[in-house]
């Protein structure tokens, strides 16, 4: 099974700056990655597959890169509605499709 | 407009069984595999089962396997998991999903409470 392990667990950003978050792959899920966001309450939204490609009707200031074992989404200028949950998830060693713990982006 | 509209989580005892539904509209349903994702209270998420457009091919992790059986009606846009030997550990929201291999929508999720 790959661990996918998501760092920090919590960042603190001020709305407006950039946010960097990190997903480690425990081997190479080449570019066979999506991160997905949930607020409180509600069911997770699929924000980027294939590593980088956005999904329909995100906003461009979210993007994806890396490749392998090591991922980043990028939140270029973090807006209100910004400040959730992120969960990154491998699907090119399946089953099972596999999680990271997720990382929290809360308002500095 | 794709939606997917779960139902039958209850708390349930230890032991017990539980069919959860979940109703798919506003896509071409038999053309699209489907998920079963949960989610624990205040806790993360974890993948349970895919099962491929036709019901051909299912999978599970390892946690359920041998326990939930997934299963669908594409003459009904349903999906349908199937719980038994409930255990305590699996307390949870259950997701409705849809996506070969990534979910690309999600249902609002129902929730499971093995209790007694």
């Known amino acids: 099974e790959i661990v996918m392990t998501q760092s920090p667990a919590t960042l603190s950003v001020s709305p407006g700056e950039r946010a960097t978050l990190s997903c480690r792959a425990s081997?190479?899920?080449?570019?066979?990655l999506a991160w997905y966001q949930q607020k409180p309450g509600q069911a997770p939204r699929l924000l980027i597959y294939g590593a980088s490609t956005r999904a329909t009707g995100i906003p461009a200031r979210f993007s994806g890169s890396g490749s392998g074992t090591e991922f980043t989404l990028t939140i270029s200028s973090l807006q209100s509605e910004d400040f959730a949950v992120y969960y990154c998830q491998q699907y090119n060693n399946w089953p099972p499709l596999t999680f990271g713990g997720g990382t929290k982006v809360e308002i500095k | 407009e794709v939606q997917l509209v779960e139902s039958g989580g209850v708390v349930v005892q230890p032991g017990g069984s539980l069919r959860l539904s979940c109703a798919a509209s506003?896509?071409?349903?038999?053309?699209?595999?489907m998920h079963w994702v949960r989610q624990p209270p205040g806790k993360g998420l974890e993948w349970v089962s895919l099962i491929s457009w036709d019901g051909t091919s299912t999978y599970y992790a390892d946690s359920v396997k041998g326990r939930f059986t997934v299963s669908r009606d594409n003459s009904k846009n349903s999906l349908y998991l199937q719980m038994n030997s409930l255990r305590a550990e699996d307390t949870a929201l259950y997701y409705c999903?849809?996506?070969?291999?990534?979910?690309?929508?999600w249902g609002q999720g129902t929730l499971v409470t093995v209790s007694s």
């Open positions: 081997q190479s899920v080449i570019s066979n």
């Open positions: 999903a849809k996506g070969e291999q990534w979910v690309d929508h």
């Open positions: 506003g896509f071409t349903f038999d053309d699209s595999a």
